[in-house]
Nanobody, 133 residues
Framework: QVQVVESGGGSVQAGGSLRLSCAAS????????VGWFRQAPGKEREGVAT????????HYADSVTGRFTISQDNANNTMYLQMNSLKPEDTAMYYC??????????????????????????WGQGTQVTVSS
């Protein structure tokens, strides 16, 4: 059974940093797409960053480019989202999501912008990030 589990959320003041972790298990594919999405109260879920594990190519939303970094630790099947220079508008529930498919094209397309949540079949339970001014 495929599982995606996030951790690492919390509260921080503006300008601070947090690192989120996403552990994936129960899959058999060596290359797949992992994305971070976020949803603030009253707003739609938006894609923040993605990484394709078969090569490590990354994509970012304009709102986080230069501040957030997505990375992978293949040995531990864990992906990270390093968030620096946090702003109050980054406050949201953050979700890790994954696309596992025998067709590499499906995963690579999911990793590209625009980030469509409907392309991701596996989701974690979410972790709250709160940035105070």
């Amino acid at each position: 059974q495929v599982q995606v589990v996030e951790s690492g959320g919390g509260s921080v003041q503006a300008g601070g940093s947090l690192r989120l972790s996403c552990a994936a298990s129960g899959y058999t594919y060596s290359s797949y797409c992992v994305g971070w999405f976020r949803q603030a109260p009253g707003k739609e879920r938006e894609g923040v960053a993605t990484i394709y594990t078969g090569g490590g190519r990354t994509h970012y939303a304009d709102s986080v480019t230069g501040r957030f970094t997505i990375s992978q630790d293949n040995a531990n099947n864990t992906m990270y989202l390093q968030m620096n220079s946090l702003k109050p508008e980054d406050t949201a529930m953050y979700y890790c999501a994954a696309v596992f498919s025998p067709d590499a094209t499906i995963a690579t397309v999911a990793c590209r912008r625009p980030f469509l949540a409907s392309r991701f079949g596996y989701w974690g339970q979410g972790t709250q990030v709160t940035v105070s001014s």
